[in-house]
T-cell receptor, first 109, second 116 residues
Framework: KNEVEQSPQNLTAQEGEFITINCSYS?????LHWLQQHPGGGIVSLFM???GKKKHGRLIATINIQEKHSSLHITASHPRDSAVYIC???????????FGTGTRLQVFP | DGGITQSPKYLFRKEGQNVTLSCEQN?????MYWYRQDPGQGLRLIYY???????QKGDIAEGYSVSREKKESFPLTVTSAQKNPTAFYLC???????????????FGNGTRLTVT
């Protein structure tokens, strides 16, 4: 069983839709990163959080440490949001990141 | 603007040859990392460095070597001992030496290496 599971693996949406990407993990963590990988391969760090909720523009990330679950929400999705979104918890003992395989999002006009 | 530069974007080599991937940052970050990405898999850590002249093996260091002679530079050499070198390689950095994996990561645009 993978230590980090993301769902869905692939997601297609119409412009304007509300998007939710889920991340479940099995290890104890000290923090969790959400990353965005563009079609060309470059990766941008979106959030790092260890509790509660963070918001940046149309993006919202939440985490429930007790339930070992995090979600990334995109409000009013836009075609430029099309990318792979990666969840990466930092393992508690080592602080090393364990990367999920990503959720591929395509937003159509 | 500050950032991380990886070069080249695409690299082709013959089997049996060593190849060095460049990673330079002007963010004044202490920590730097090399990750490998294969289709359908999450990123895997190859090597990381918290400070100049020091580095540690990650989860898949076999067949790779690094150096950290300058704060700005963390080149990765893929040696002929690496059994499956064809992959997408990403370099990253983060601001602090302490709790380095708990700092936001800054990534380069990656180098796609193909070995035939």
């Amino acid at each position: 069983k993978n230590e980090v599971e993301q769902s869905p693996q692939n997601l297609t949406a119409q412009e304007g839709e509300f998007i939710t990407i889920n991340c479940s993990y099995s290890v104890g963590i000290s923090a969790l990163h959400w990353l965005q990988q563009h079609p060309g391969g470059g990766i941008v760090s979106l959030f790092m959080l260890s509790s509660g909720k963070k918001k940046h523009g149309r993006l919202i990330a939440t985490i429930n440490i007790q339930e070992k679950h995090s979600s990334l929400h995109i409000t009013a999705s836009h075609p430029r949001d099309s990318a792979v979104y990666i969840c990466a918890p930092a393992e508690y003992n080592t602080d090393k990141l364990i990367f999920g395989t990503g959720t591929r999002l395509q937003v159509f006009p | 603007d500050g950032g991380i530069t990886q070069s080249p974007k695409y690299l082709f080599r013959k089997e049996g040859q060593n190849v060095t991937l460049s990673c330079e940052q002007n963010l004044n970050h202490d920590a730097m990392y090399w990750y490998r990405q294969d289709p359908g898999q999450g990123l895997r850590l190859i090597y990381y460095s918290q400070i100049v002249n020091d580095f540690q093996k990650g989860d898949i260091a076999e067949g790779y070597s690094v150096s950290r002679e300058k704060k700005e530079s963390f080149p990765l050499t893929v040696t002929s001992a690496q059994k499956n070198p064809t992959a997408f390689y990403l370099c990253a950095s983060s601001p602090t030496g302490d709790a380095y994996f708990l700092s936001p990561l800054h990534f380069g645009n990656g180098t796609r290496l193909t070995v035939t």
